[in-house]
């Protein structure tokens, strides 16, 4: 059984331990975006990847960096029509990557998360944010990892940054900031169980809890409710990996903060001791041609 792992460097600890566990039930190949070739035609049909035939691959994990999200994203919708079995899909990455997208799809079903909006212009962003509660947090639209994101209290501050993405040409994504005291959870799910759970803590109350930006995680057995806003989470986006972040309000209780289609999990198993790419990969075969 071949698996591919889609990622152009695999200095990030996940795809690594991919590799890792996929060569113990098989054999773990790197598939490089940056090197992929795809053609469409009548009689060729993209198995060409100058060294590598795609053909051969019986299931792709996806982990593309968002530097070549695009092509990645095609090349993962390429291996779809292909047929061969890819975790995640498409779909699913481009929804969860872009986190507008991914809060409209959470409000058709129900589910609930801060007051959020998408701007583009500088006028419209400060016209937007006369109608959300403050403080508030900016985000890039496709950021991850706690990067290229700001709270912002006041309408000074609003206006500096709304300045700052409209010298990009680039949207805003703005949302309710959620008083969380310090601490928020990620329920990492592979295929219909909960792979690990974990509570982060940030350090010295910084509003920020991810893990890639110092912060702390500790094991955490999350309650029955919460189980069931994670798992509708990934139903709606339909993944099979997900993170799902989840911040609990003091007044309004558990709101989705995020989903992570690439979810992380270095801090995951140091912090709870278990093999979460050896789940992944478990999966994996579960789902590769037979």
């Known amino acids: 059984m071949e698996i591919g792992i889609l990622r152009s460097s695999f200095k990030e600890y996940g795809s690594r331990r991919l590799l890792e ?3 113990k039930v098989g054999k773990g190949v790197k598939l490089d975006p940056r090197h992929l070739c795809l053609i469409l ?52 990455i481009k929804t969860c990557k872009n986190k507008y997208l991914t809060s409209l799809t959470l409000q058709k079903k129900r589910i609930p998360q801060p007051l959020s909006a998408v701007a583009l212009g500088t006028n419209d962003i400060m016209r937007v944010i006369k109608h959300l509660p403050k403080p508030l947090v900016f985000k890039t639209i496709q950021g991850s990892e706690g990067f290229g994101i700001s709270k912002i209290n006041n309408d000074g501050d609003a206006k500096d940054w709304a300045q700052t993405f409209a010298g990009f040409h680039a949207p805003i994504y703005i949302q309710e900031f959620i008083d969380h005291g310090g601490e928020d959870y990620r329920i990492l799910i592979v295929g219909d169980k909960i792979a690990a759970a974990i509570k982060r803590i940030s350090k010295n109350k910084n509003w920020k809890t991810n ?30 990996i997900c993170g799902v972040d989840i911040a609990v309000d003091q007044e309004k209780g558990p709101m989705v903060i995020e989903l992570n289609q690439f979810a992380g999990f270095k801090g995951t198993e140091k912090a709870t001791k278990k093999n979460i790419a050896r789940e992944i990969i478990r999966l994996a075969v579960k789902k590769a041609r037979q």
């Open 21 to 23: 566990e996929a060569s």
């Open 41 to 92: 035609g009548n009689k060729l049909d993209g198995h060409s990847i100058y060294e590598k035939d795609l053909a051969r691959f019986d299931v792709v994990i996806p982990r593309f960096r968002t530097k070549y999200f695009d092509f990645g994203l095609l090349a993962t919708q390429h291996l779809e029509n292909m047929r061969i079995p890819v975790l995640n899909s498409a779909v699913s």
């Open 211 to 240: 893990i890639s930006q110092g912060n702390v995680a500790v094991p955490f057995k999350p309650s029955n409710e919460l189980k069931e806003l994670a798992f509708k989470c990934t139903d709606a986006v339909k993944t099979d």
